[in-house]
């Protein structure tokens, strides 16, 4: 299956590739590895802002990091000219949770984006991680995570 018919049939839609909110690209190609900027938590009703362990709990947390994998896929779509069948494997994800100092919980928040990479794509989606707490993050947002991805050239 497809990776977009598998994204169709979870009911899950990619966003369009955000543009970059600064001096930087969405992504950059090197011989096959595409290396993603970090994607923000947001959706269709805009940012999704807070701090894990105050006004948001660990679910909520997944929510946001479940979005920024599919900002994630946009980009790796994007940088594929389209085609999600040039994808070869998720790499790496480095991810930054918007967190209190006494919360311990960044791994359980990031899988909700390691989670979903892997219903979508299988083993390809399984990757190396780091899931580290931040005490604040661009525009107030829950989570901010990028990637690491080996692509078809």
Known sequence: MSVDAKLQSLGLTLPDAPAPAANYVPYVISGNMLFVSGQIS?????????????ELDVE????????????????VKAACGGDLGKLKRVV???????????????????????????EVLGDLGRHARSAVSSPSLPL???VEIDGVFEIEV
């Open 42 to 54: 947001s959706d269709e009703n805009g940012l999704i802002t807070g701090t894990l362990g105050a």
């Open 92 to 118: 790496k994800l480095g991810a930054f949770v918007n967190s209190t100092a006494d919360f311990t919980q960044q791994p359980q928040v990031v899988n909700g984006a390691s989670d979903l990479l892997v």
């Open 140 to 142: 107030g947002v829950a």
């Open 60 to 75: 909520a947390g997944q929510a946001a990091a479940k979005r920024c994998a599919l900002s994630l896929l946009a980009q």
